[in-house]
């Protein structure tokens, strides 16, 4: 395998964060977690056959704004999950490189919030749904087992928020820092009379680290758990997401990035002097309106189990695009705005039955989720007369409905060294088209997609400390809906879309070195037959194709230990050759796939105090180039290398409990790329990362 270099600097740091002190006997909490991504039945990290990494709540909590789900999620090996800057497009989210094509959203790797899917059907998620301020863990499944979720191919993200206990409490926090960033949060949680409750709200402002990039983000959650009879609980849940005129940076060229990477690209054809950015031209923004709700019952009968959730809810989004009027002018065009208004709802019902088999524990799951999201979409023009960024004429009117009915069942065998796992899921998605606006053809149509993904794995203790085990997969990957709308420059609805249907194989071995200190290592291989990848981008108007095959070849490693003094580290390695393993067009054989790094890192060193009132952690990140478009000509995003520190502080004053932390990012004031759009066919690829910059935070809680 070809491995291409860190930058040194960071390297060295690496290496610094892992060692250098002594081992002491304490316990590294997140591998003896248990966790149920995987099998739906649960075991701790380390006896799982999967690669699989748990954050608790004081990684994705202290220390933290607690906006982007990136801020916990770059300490995990095999993603790399991208704070864009551009809050109208959510985060970029890719695992062992599915998902690194996205142009806004997550797509390739599925999300999940206390058990309700954060997905649609089609394989599209937002993570900014996400609540961070009361999240008690979240589950990162990769490779094979990810498979028997269905319809999508690079893993799972699951959040597990906290469940209300204890005498009631109230908890304020605020924080600030650069670029006029700014939070603030309001929670309330306890357990009265058996019903254990969580209420949450908050408010996110910034003015943006790059032009034309300001957001405002108001979020709400609740969370009740009841015991409404023996061996029973109910879990209801609620959340809103609420994001007005948020304003899109857009995409800069090199040249416009070297130049100044918080500037916008210049409109040549702007007829003002000086002339405007593209995004001060057309007032580039998006507006979000997200509300859900879900419940889940859970009925044990001894060692057996009956579970039901069920959800539905609303998204409502407007966002106006940088299309120019002349481009617009042909009668396929859509329109430079994007009005929709989306209703969703599914469920899913499972039964574990437990019994004894050939001397040890057979655990059998059966289970049958459904899901359903419909669009009520239209386009106009972005402009009136002269006027641009203003909603104009129709220009499209439609209703987009997708489903899935996936039938699954998945079984799990325990005896003595072994454990054995399996399972099968067939998923079928209908996506159907109802076009409505007539006057530049009938877009009207449906595509069904189906495929079965069975998942094998097997572990063997071979001593108390050492767990070695493999794992197989088929696994498929539909085009989403934003996949579809588009058949090159003549427009349309793309009928010709294929699924990308991948093999997925992974060894992997999970240590414990004494007490104090854990490793997990994977290696792993997909091969990929007819991947999705850009056709054509430009302006916000994106069209795919299905190219051939591709590979992806990697190893993840990481590494916790506890240390004397209240010292810990964490290291994170990522190495992965994705390549195209077919070329097709001006596309050569061997080329990088677009949006994934060769290599990337995460290592901390930490330190608390032994009453945990203070503590401190130093953080390194690295990324080796990445390459924005498939042919791998234009330039490509630096590799890099990064510093951040944090210090935390806390209080106990009679009933108050009070924390202070303040974090300096970028240390160094590196300058780099953040992130990529990939494939744009105007080469407005690079998303810049900001400097050195700051964030100071405090919250107060009162325990009653």
Same mark, same amino acid.
């Given at each position: 395998?070809?491995?291409?270099?860190?930058?040194?600097?960071?390297?060295?740091?690496?290496?610094?964060?892992?060692?250098?002190?002594?081992?002491?006997?304490?316990?590294?909490?997140?591998?003896?977690?248990?966790?149920?991504?995987?099998?739906?039945?649960?075991?701790?990290?380390?006896?799982?056959?999967?690669?699989?990494?748990?954050?608790?709540?004081?990684?994705?909590?202290?220390?933290?704004?607690?906006?982007?789900?990136? /801020?916990?999620?770059?300490?995990?090996?095999?993603?790399?999950?991208?704070?864009?800057?551009?809050?109208?497009?959510?985060?970029?989210?890719?695992?062992?490189?599915?998902?690194?094509?996205?142009?806004?959203?997550?797509?390739?790797?599925?999300?999940?919030?206390?058990?309700?899917?954060?997905?649609? @059907?089609?394989?599209?998620?937002?993570?900014?749904?996400?609540?961070?301020?009361?999240?008690?863990?979240?589950?990162?499944?990769?490779?094979?087992?990810?498979?028997?979720?269905?319809?999508?191919?690079?893993?799972?993200?699951?959040?597990?928020?906290?469940?209300?206990?204890?005498?009631?409490?109230?908890?304020?926090?605020?924080?600030?820092?650069? !670029?006029?960033?700014?939070?603030?949060?309001?929670?309330?949680?306890?357990?009265?009379?058996?019903?254990?409750?969580?209420?949450?709200?908050?408010?996110?402002?910034?003015?943006?680290?790059?032009?034309?990039?300001?957001?405002?983000?108001?979020?709400?959650?609740?969370?009740?758990?009841?015991?409404?009879?023996?061996?029973?609980?109910?879990?209801?849940?609620?959340?809103?997401?609420?994001?007005?005129?948020?304003?899109?940076?857009?995409?800069?060229?090199?040249?416009?990035?070297?130049?100044? @990477?918080?500037?916008?690209?210049?409109?040549?054809?702007?007829?003002?002097?000086?002339?405007?950015? =593209?995004?001060?031209?057309?007032?580039?923004?998006?507006?979000?309106?997200?509300?859900?709700?879900?419940?889940?019952?859970?009925?044990?009968?001894?060692?057996?189990?009956?579970?039901?959730?069920?959800?539905?809810?609303?998204?409502?989004?407007?966002?106006?695009?940088?299309?120019?009027?002349?481009?617009?002018?042909?009668?396929?065009?859509?329109?430079?705005?994007?009005?929709?208004?989306?209703?969703?709802?599914?469920?899913?019902?499972?039964?574990?039955? +437990?019994?004894? $088999?050939?001397?040890?524990?057979?655990?059998?799951?059966?289970?049958?989720?459904?899901?359903?999201?419909?669009?009520?979409?239209?386009?106009?023009?972005?402009?009136?007369?002269?006027?641009?960024?203003?909603?104009?004429?129709?220009?499209?009117?439609?209703?987009?409905?997708?489903?899935?009915?996936?039938? !699954?069942?998945?079984?799990?065998?325990?005896?003595?060294?072994?454990?054995?796992?399996?399972?099968?899921?067939?998923?079928?998605?209908?996506?159907?088209?109802?076009?409505?606006?007539?006057?530049?053809?009938?877009?009207?149509?449906?595509?069904?997609?189906?495929?079965?993904?069975?998942? $094998?794995?097997?572990? *063997?203790?071979?001593?108390?400390?050492?767990? +070695?085990?493999?794992?197989?997969?088929?696994?498929?990957?539909?085009?989403?809906?934003?996949?579809?709308?588009?058949?090159?420059?003549?427009?349309?609805?793309?009928?010709?879309?294929?699924?990308?249907?991948?093999?997925?194989?992974?060894?992997?071995?999970?240590?414990?070195?004494?007490?104090?200190?854990?490793?997990?290592?994977?290696?792993?291989?997909?091969?990929?037959?007819?991947?999705?990848?850009?056709?054509?981008?430009?302006?916000?108007?994106?069209?795919?194709?299905?190219?051939?095959?591709?590979?992806?070849?990697? $190893?993840? $490693?990481?590494?916790?230990?506890?240390?004397? !003094?209240?010292?810990?580290?964490?290291?994170?390695?990522?190495?992965?050759?994705?390549?195209?393993?077919?070329?097709?067009?001006?596309?050569?054989?061997?080329?990088?796939?677009?949006?994934?790094?060769?290599?990337?890192? *995460?290592?901390?060193?930490?330190?608390?105090?032994?009453?945990?009132?203070?503590?401190?952690? =130093?953080?390194?990140?690295?990324?080796?180039?990445?390459?924005? /478009?498939?042919?791998?000509?234009?330039?490509?995003?630096?590799? *890099?290398?990064?510093?951040?520190?944090?210090?935390?502080?806390?209080?106990?004053?009679?009933?108050?409990?009070?924390?202070?932390?303040?974090?300096?990012?970028?240390?160094?004031?590196?300058? !780099?790329?953040?992130?990529?759009?990939?494939?744009?066919?105007?080469?407005? *690829?690079?998303?810049?990362? @900001?400097?050195?910059?700051?964030?100071?935070? =405090?919250?107060?809680?009162?325990?009653?």
């Amino acid at each position: 395998m070809k491995h291409h270099p860190f930058p040194l600097k960071t390297v060295a740091a690496l290496f610094a964060l892992s060692g250098g002190a002594m081992a002491a006997n304490e316990a590294v909490e997140p591998m003896d977690t248990v966790v149920v991504s995987a099998t739906r039945v649960g075991h701790t990290v380390f006896d799982m056959p999967a690669a699989i990494d748990v954050l608790d709540a004081e990684r994705i909590r202290d220390g933290q704004a607690r906006v982007n789900a990136s /801020e916990a999620l770059v300490a995990v090996p095999g993603l790399v999950a991208q704070n864009r800057q551009n809050y109208a497009q959510d985060l970029q989210i890719s695992s062992r490189g599915f998902g690194a094509r996205s142009a806004f959203g997550v797509r390739g790797v599925h999300l999940i919030a206390d058990g309700i899917p954060a997905s649609m @059907p089609d394989g599209q998620g937002q993570a900014a749904t996400f609540n961070l301020d009361m999240a008690e863990r979240i589950e990162v499944l990769r490779g094979p087992f990810s498979a028997i979720y269905g319809n999508h191919s690079g893993g799972v993200i699951q959040l597990f928020t906290r469940e209300g206990e204890g005498p009631p409490s109230i908890e304020t926090s605020v924080s600030a820092g650069s !670029y006029g960033s700014r939070k603030a949060d309001i929670n309330a949680q306890g357990k009265q009379a058996g019903i254990g409750y969580v209420l949450d709200a908050s408010r996110f402002e910034t003015d943006g680290y790059r032009a034309h990039s300001a957001a405002t983000r108001d979020q709400a959650y609740a969370k009740l758990t009841l015991t409404p009879l023996d061996n029973a609980k109910l879990t209801i849940t609620a959340n809103a997401l609420r994001q007005d005129d948020t304003q899109d940076a857009l995409g800069a060229t090199w040249t416009t990035y070297q130049r100044d @990477p918080r500037a916008g690209e210049i409109d040549t054809t702007d007829t003002q002097n000086p002339k405007r950015t =593209l995004a001060d031209r057309y007032n580039t923004r998006k507006s979000i309106d997200h509300q859900q709700a879900g419940a889940n019952w859970e009925q044990r009968f001894g060692e057996d189990r009956l579970r039901v959730t069920a959800y539905g809810g609303n998204r409502s989004v407007i966002q106006y695009q940088a299309f120019s009027k002349a481009f617009q002018a042909p009668a396929t065009h859509s329109g430079g705005v994007v009005d929709f208004d989306r209703d969703f709802y599914g469920t899913d019902l499972n039964w574990l039955h +437990v019994a004894q $088999l050939a001397g040890g524990k057979l655990s059998t799951t059966v289970g049958l989720e459904y899901g359903r999201s419909s669009d009520d979409r239209t386009g106009y023009e972005n402009f009136v007369g002269n006027v641009f960024g203003i909603k104009g004429a129709l220009r499209r009117d439609e209703q987009d409905t997708v489903t899935n009915l996936d039938p !699954y069942l998945q079984t799990e065998w325990e005896a003595g060294a072994w454990m054995l796992s399996a399972g099968l899921r067939h998923s079928s998605v209908k996506i159907s088209v109802d076009d409505r606006f007539l006057s530049n053809g009938n877009d009207s149509g449906s595509l069904d997609y189906s495929h079965t993904t069975p998942v $094998l794995g097997v572990l *063997y203790k071979v001593a108390p400390s050492l767990n +070695v085990y493999a794992s197989a997969a088929r696994g498929f990957e539909t085009p989403t809906l934003n996949e579809l709308f588009y058949s090159g420059s003549a427009g349309g609805f793309n009928f010709r879309l294929q699924p990308a249907q991948s093999t997925h194989l992974e060894t992997g071995v999970k240590a414990r070195l004494g007490d104090d200190t854990r490793i997990n290592a994977a290696v792993f291989q997909v091969r990929t037959r007819d991947e999705l990848v850009v056709d054509s981008s430009s302006g916000g108007r994106t069209s795919y194709r299905n190219a051939g095959r591709t590979l992806r070849q990697g $190893l993840e $490693l990481s590494l916790d230990s506890a240390w004397r !003094y209240g010292l810990s580290t964490r290291v994170a390695l990522t190495s992965l050759r994705a390549v195209y393993d077919q070329g097709f067009g001006a596309v050569l054989k061997g080329s990088r796939l677009p949006g994934v790094p060769n290599a990337n890192a *995460y290592g901390e060193l930490a330190w608390k105090d032994s009453a945990g009132h203070f503590g401190a952690a =130093l953080e390194a990140v690295a990324s080796s180039k990445i390459y924005a /478009e498939d042919a791998n000509t234009d330039q490509p995003a630096p590799g *890099y290398g990064v510093l951040n520190a944090r210090v935390n502080a806390s209080q106990q004053w009679a009933g108050w409990r009070l924390k202070q932390f303040i974090r300096v990012n970028n240390l160094l004031d590196k300058q !780099y790329v953040g992130s990529l759009i990939v494939g744009d066919t105007n080469k407005r *690829y690079y998303e810049a990362a @900001p400097g050195r910059n700051w964030l100071l935070g =405090l919250s107060a809680q009162y325990q009653f």
